[in-house]
């Protein structure tokens, strides 16, 4: 009975399927030879027939049924087409009743009969395809359509039919482009020949194929390795993660697609690499996967199937290049805040443009003054002012190692109420304040009023919240975001105020180096220190008057005291950070996101410890992030100590850190270190190592492993970016769609290997330095190169759902030509199939 018909129907109800048992084909027909010689002559017996219309195929052009659109209806009806080049395989007849028992088992209003059979001339019978709502190719390797027969599918999915594609019918009609184009990739030649357990990441909680899958999905399978990956051409919904299973020859690495979906050429295509083999039928979660797909492509229910594909945004450069000689554009691009009312305030740190002076000699009064700018950006006008300028230390400076400063203008932020009140915060380095011959300055957090006749800040209304002491004789680490939580309460991040040198780029904790008394080369005086705010990230909740309170549930009461004078400051929510140049805040969880720059030693030391991390962190309370004891999964460094701090000490205990420096008047016996969830180096993400019994890793590079593929570090800056939040009662066309709702944004200044992703995380784990589920690349969404955002270095959501990005420029300590605001924009629409396109039931 080889090449005999099997068909299966399954009703509503539970009908059982009649049919012949199907015996595996022998033949394998020589599908290119008909196309190529034969095509004309069957594309005139099928005209002869009725069946087809329009030219002649592999002439003018192909032939095309005449179908309804959309194909389908109410009685909704999926095809399974087995194919015929090949002997069967035990997972078709699996598949076969899989799908049989999905059409029979959902709930009433979407159930659906199915018909299999392997039969090619089914796609040239216009009665049978207008009453089907999706085809299931359950098929193997080869040519199994000729050219009619490719132009029936064709038709029923220009008709705004629906497609299913399983594993191995990625391999199917090899020589058609147009076939490609509706599964989306073919796979390497020998990927996929045995089933192997792997862990599938499972990005989209959206998609009715995975909204009811686990976030971290362990399941056995044969996974195929891509020719060229799909993402962003196609949208991904699962991938799989090569670490947890041997992918062999033609690995995709860390980006490995496994299922995916478009609206392709006026209908709908899923592709599911998995379900290779019977087993995986089997499985229930395997099951809800195939569900979901099968909802969409039958128009039973709606998906998005667009978010991830980079051709739906747009990148729009909005502010011009500076006046010669002038910041009217745009300052040193240092930090964006969107107002309620679509504006987008930008701030300048200090930097003038590369023609303007620069003072660095110490006895002259204006070293180091700058002018901190604050910018605003109208979209109903399009047009830029420059709301006000602060005399700022912050353009350079001068002495011991400094031909630079990191101070100025630092952060913004809009008050909770600012459509009533016009009050705009600022932190940033006053140059009034400067004290020349201690070579210290000060740093504060102001409140300003924004005149809201003349759009400028009223200067003489500023209200300085919150001041500490900064030195500035050696550069750097300022740090300067500013976010609130819903609770009105506003998180200030402070850099530690420390050199980068003096300590060969691992810890910065020695303890000699100092400027009339006061050490710049020991982070345990700042960032490890309970009673200095430097190195922190504060949270204080402001008072109409001007003034602040302390919330409750932050790290120190301000009231601890210890033997010997140690004293703590109440202002510190999290301790041990070394210069967060971004914070942000989701505000439906009040989750504190931020991102800090390591170190940098560009290796591990067996002697020192790690290499250089820049982290990321989700900090869902108060805690001590480690710096400078240990950085990324609590790896600790090397203590150095008074007489001679060239020569190591002991390791430190990440568990149980004391801070015992020369340079300490706060709490000698600190909090435990909280392990943070992205650390990154010049060799990769996520290092880690072999521990021994005390618990300090082998730092021998040859043993690393790598727990975050997706990046890899070199010239590294961390800038943390927003959660985004999907507003469904926004009728705003350019909102970026709710499939990123909930993920969290992470870059870095530069943009060659390092972050620019959209992350996953698992709430459960993300608070004690879970790692991230899935990490999704913006590279081709928040464009990089020369002429694109290279140098990224702030973005947050506005209220229409678009995104702000600022380009720093090319150079540093001023701006130039290519320091913009860019906005993107989404443009894509919304789920298909349109909603009068639904079966209604």
């Given amino acids: 009975m080889s090449g005999t018909e099997r068909t299966h129907s399954a009703s509503p109800t539970g009908t059982t399927r009649t049919g012949a048992t199907r015996t595996s084909p022998t033949r394998v027909r020589a599908r290119r030879r008909a196309r190529l010689a034969g095509a004309a002559v069957l594309a005139s017996a099928a005209l002869a027939t009725g069946l087809l219309t329009g030219p002649p195929a592999g002439a003018a052009g192909k032939a095309t049924l005449a179908l309804p659109s959309p194909p389908g209806g109410d009685e909704v009806k999926v095809l399974i087409y087995t194919g015929s080049t090949a002997p069967e395989s035990p997972a078709v007849n699996a598949g076969i009743e899989a799908i049989e028992k999905i059409g029979q088992s959902g709930p009433a209003g979407q159930r659906f009969t199915i018909e299999a059979t392997d039969k090619a001339k089914v796609f040239t019978n216009a009665t049978k395809l207008g009453k089907t709502n999706a085809v299931v190719f359950l098929t193997g390797p080869g040519d199994v359509l000729n050219a009619e027969q490719e132009a029936g599918l064709e038709a029923y999915i220009k008709a705004g039919g629906g497609f299913v594609g399983l594993n191995d019918a990625a391999r199917t009609e090899p020589y058609s482009d147009w076939y490609t184009g509706l599964i989306g990739a073919r796979p390497v030649e020998g990927s996929g020949a045995k089933a192997q357990r792997a862990t599938v990441e499972v990005g989209d909680r959206l998609n009715p194929a995975t909204k009811d899958l686990p976030l971290e999905w362990k399941h056995p399978d044969k996974w195929l390795n891509w020719q060229t990956n799909p993402s962003g051409k196609v949208h991904t919904v699962a991938r799989v993660r090569e670490s947890t299973y041997s992918p062999g020859a033609g690995a995709n690495g860390a980006d490995h697609p496994v299922s995916w979906c478009r609206d392709y050429d006026g209908g709908r295509s899923f592709y599911s690499a998995m379900g290779g083999t019977a087993d995986s039928f089997a499985e229930t979660d395997f099951r809800a996967h195939l569900r979901g797909a099968l909802l969409w492509t039958t128009r039973l229910v ?20 500076n006046k010669a000689g002038e910041n009217d554009q745009i300052g040193e691009p240092h930090g964006l805040v969107t107002a309620p009312d679509g504006r987008v305030f930008y701030i300048g740190r200090g930097g003038k443009d590369g023609s303007q002076p620069v003072v660095t000699d110490w006895n002259d009064p204006d070293v180091g003054k700058g002018e901190g ?25 001068g002495g011991d190692e400094l031909v630079k400063v990191e101070e100025g203008l630092l952060g913004i932020a809009l008050d909770p109420r600012f459509e009533d009140n016009g009050w705009v915060y600022l932190h940033y380095t006053p140059h009034s304040k400067l004290d020349r011959d201690k070579q210290m300055a000060t740093r504060q957090v102001s409140r300003f009023t924004l005149d809201k006749k003349t759009n400028k800040l009223d200067l003489s209304s500023e209200k300085v919240l919150l001041s500490w002491p900064v030195q500035v004789h050696s550069c750097c680490h300022a740090g300067g975001g500013l976010a609130w939580d819903s609770h009105d309460n506003l998180y200030i991040a402070v850099g530690d105020n420390n050199s980068s040198q003096f300590s060969d780029g691992y810890s910065g904790n020695n303890p000699q180096p100092n400027y009339k008394g006061v050490s710049f080369a020991d982070a345990r005086r700042t960032a490890g220190n309970t009673n200095n705010l430097n190195g922190k990230i504060l949270r204080i909740h402001p008072e109409q008057d ?3 309170t302390i919330p409750e549930g932050n790290l120190f009461t301000g009231k601890e005291t210890a033997e010997g004078g140690g004293k703590t400051r109440g202002e510190i929510y999290v301790m041990g950070v070394r210069n967060p140049a971004r914070i942000s805040i989701d505000k439906k969880t009040d989750t504190l996101y931020a991102g800090w720059v390591g170190p940098d030693a560009g290796a591990p030391s067996e002697t020192w410890g790690p290499a250089k991390y820049d982290t990321f962190a989700v900090i869902t309370k108060a805690s001590n992030r480690g710096w400078p004891y240990c950085m990324g999964n609590k790896q600790p460094y090397r203590d150095r100590n008074l007489p001679d701090p060239s020569k190591p000490l002991g390791w430190y205990d990440c568990d149980h850190p004391k801070n015992e420096s020369p340079n300490n008047d706060g709490l000698v016996n600190l909090p435990p270190v909280t392990g943070n969830n992205i650390w990154y180096s010049p060799q990769g993400g996520g290092p880690d190592y072999p521990r021994n019994a005390a618990g300090v890793p082998s730092y021998k590079q040859s043993e690393a492993t790598y727990k975050l593929p997706w990046l890899k570090g070199g010239g590294q800056a961390t800038m943390d970016g927003p959660v985004y939040r999907y507003d469904e009662n926004s009728a705003s066309s350019v909102k970026w769609p709710e499939y990123w709702d909930g993920k969290w944004f992470v870059g870095d200044f530069y943009d060659d290997t390092q972050p620019r992703h959209a992350v996953l995380m698992d709430p459960k784990t993300q608070g004690d330095g879970g790692l991230p589920v899935h990490a999704e690349s913006l590279r081709k969404i928040v464009p990089v190169g020369e002429n694109g ?10 209220p229409d759902g678009s995104l702000y990005v600022l380009d720093y420029g090319r150079g540093f300590f001023t701006s130039d030509s290519h320091s913009a605001l860019w906005r993107v924009t989404y443009k894509g629409g919304g789920p298909t199939p349109a909603a009068d396109q639904l079966v209604r039931r």
């Fill in 302 to 321: 709606q998906a998005d199937c667009k978010a991830t594909i980079e051709s739906n945004y747009v990148a729009e450069r909005l502010t011009q290049p």
């Fill in 373 to 397: 700018e604050i910018h605003i950006y109208d979209p109903k006008t399009k047009q830029v002012t420059l709301a006000g300028k602060l005399s700022v230390f912050g353009n350079k400076g």
């Fill in 546 to 548: 001007g003034t602040y």
């Fill in 789 to 798: 955002i290279r140098n990224l270095m702030d973005w947050k959501f506005a």
